[in-house]
């Protein structure tokens, strides 16, 4: 009986670390910590909260399935939770670079960031994510 609660609780903490549902993020551009846990953070990193939306009308609008522009087609879960990190914190592709991002304001990248970073490839999110 006691090997078997051990070994539940072996099992209820490795699948929660597995499938931890990330509650902050580490911003390098703004080297501060965003934190979801709270009411307005938390509905803005949503999928229909500031970071959603803003995926959906400013990278959504080329990154679509056959677009005409060339882009990739992107969803939430392209990228692994480091890997959109390291999107918007080196701004390296080419449509960070080429003015495409010029009309989102720093507050719509950060919740944007938030979002992909919440429901990526790999985050706890996933299952859930839209
Ligand atoms: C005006 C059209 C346009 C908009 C708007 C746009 N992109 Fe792009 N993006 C491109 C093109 C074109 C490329 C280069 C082709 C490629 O690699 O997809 C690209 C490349 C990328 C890449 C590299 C491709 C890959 O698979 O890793 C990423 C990541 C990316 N964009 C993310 C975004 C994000 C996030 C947004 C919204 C903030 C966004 N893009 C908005 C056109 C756009």
């Keep these: 009986m006691k090997k078997m609660i051990i070994a539940c609780m072996?099992?209820?903490?490795?699948?929660?670390?597995?499938f931890a549902r990330p509650g902050h993020r580490f911003d390098s551009t703004t080297n501060s910590?965003?934190?979801?846990?709270?009411g307005a953070a938390e509905f803005a990193s949503?999928?229909?909260?500031?970071?959603?939306?803003?995926?959906?009308?400013s990278c959504k609008s080329c990154h679509t399935r056959d677009n005409k522009v060339g882009?990739?087609?992107?969803?939430v879960e392209?990228?692994?939770s480091k890997g959109?990190?390291?999107?918007?914190?080196?701004k390296k592709v080419v449509c960070a670079?080429?003015?495409s991002w010029d009309s989102l304001t720093m507050e719509q990248l950060l919740s944007l960031n938030d979002y992909l970073f919440r429901f990526a490839l790999n985050s706890g999110d996933m299952f859930d994510s839209a």
Excluded: H, M, Y
Aim: proline share 2%.
């Design 10 to 18: 072996l099992v209820a903490v490795s699948a929660s670390f597995a």
């Design 33 to 38: 910590c965003r934190s979801f846990a709270d």
């Design 46 to 57: 949503r999928p229909w909260g500031k970071g959603g939306k803003a995926f959906r009308s």
């Design 71 to 75: 882009a990739t087609f992107l969803w």
């Design 78 to 80: 392209s990228k692994s």
């Design 84 to 90: 959109w990190n390291r999107v918007f914190a080196e």
């Design 97 to 99: 670079s080429d003015g």
